[in-house]
């Protein structure tokens, strides 16, 4: 008989939110409030763009820079475009999460591969956007918005309810 973690739906999240030390400091973002909540409900599917498309840790952190449109994801320092690496992992990944059936996405709020609303910094350094980062705006593209949030968004309780709701009734479709 199948045991109870194998019946939960899946739902993929930002790695670092459920303790991975995968960013680019070596640390991880740990979201207890979130994780014990959602553990109830799902089966967590970690997942770092920037680590599962060959990046490492620690590496040079990064941002997006130029077009608002099509913004580049650059490293601060060495300028360094990262942009077609994770891009091309992305497309694969996200054909797999269709096939993996996964219910929805959890991403960590403020990073330029998973955040949903991210700063775009022109050529002289100065904010000229606001955008969702990379791999947020294909998983919410691939998924659909509505069953797509930030952790920092399920702080809110009734936020929180209504989200693991809208996942669980997409799931039993
Ligand atoms: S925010 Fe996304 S890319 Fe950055 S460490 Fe977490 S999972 Fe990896």
């Known amino acids: 008989?199948?045991?109870l973690t194998?019946?939960?739906?899946?739902?993929?999240?930002?790695a670092c939110l459920i303790g991975k030390a995968v960013r680019y400091d070596g640390e991880h973002k740990m979201d207890?409030?979130?994780?014990?909540a959602l553990e109830q409900h799902f089966e967590l599917v970690p997942v770092c763009p920037e680590v599962d498309c060959?990046?490492?840790?620690?590496?040079?952190s990064m941002r997006l820079k130029g077009?608002?449109?099509?913004?580049?994801?650059v490293t601060i320092s060495s300028h360094i475009d990262r942009t077609d690496q994770?891009?091309?992992?992305?497309?694969?990944r996200i054909a797999e999460m269709k096939q993996e059936k996964l219910a929805g996405f959890v991403l960590k709020s403020g990073s330029p591969s998973c955040g949903l609303s991210v700063n775009v910094y022109d050529d002289k350094d100065v904010v000229a956007g606001n955008v969702s980062g990379l791999f947020a705006r294909r998983v919410t593209a691939g998924l659909s918005r509505r069953l797509?949030?930030?952790?920092?968004q399920l702080h809110d309780e009734s936020f929180r309810t209504d989200f693991i709701q809208?996942?669980?009734?997409?799931a039993q479709k």
Do not use: D, Y
């Not at 797509?148 to 920092?152: C, K, R, S, T």
């Not at 809208?166 to 997409?170: E, K, N, Q, S, V």
């Open 1 to 3: 008989m199948a045991n």
């Open 6 to 14: 194998q019946m939960k739906p899946r739902l993929g999240i930002s």
């Open 32 to 36: 207890q409030v979130v994780v014990a």
């Open 54 to 60: 060959g990046m490492g840790v620690p590496r040079e």
């Open 67 to 73: 077009n608002v449109i099509a913004p580049r994801l």
């Open 86 to 92: 994770l891009e091309r992992w992305t497309k694969r």
């Open 148 to 152: 797509v949030a930030e952790a920092e």
């Open 166 to 170: 809208r996942l669980r009734t997409f």
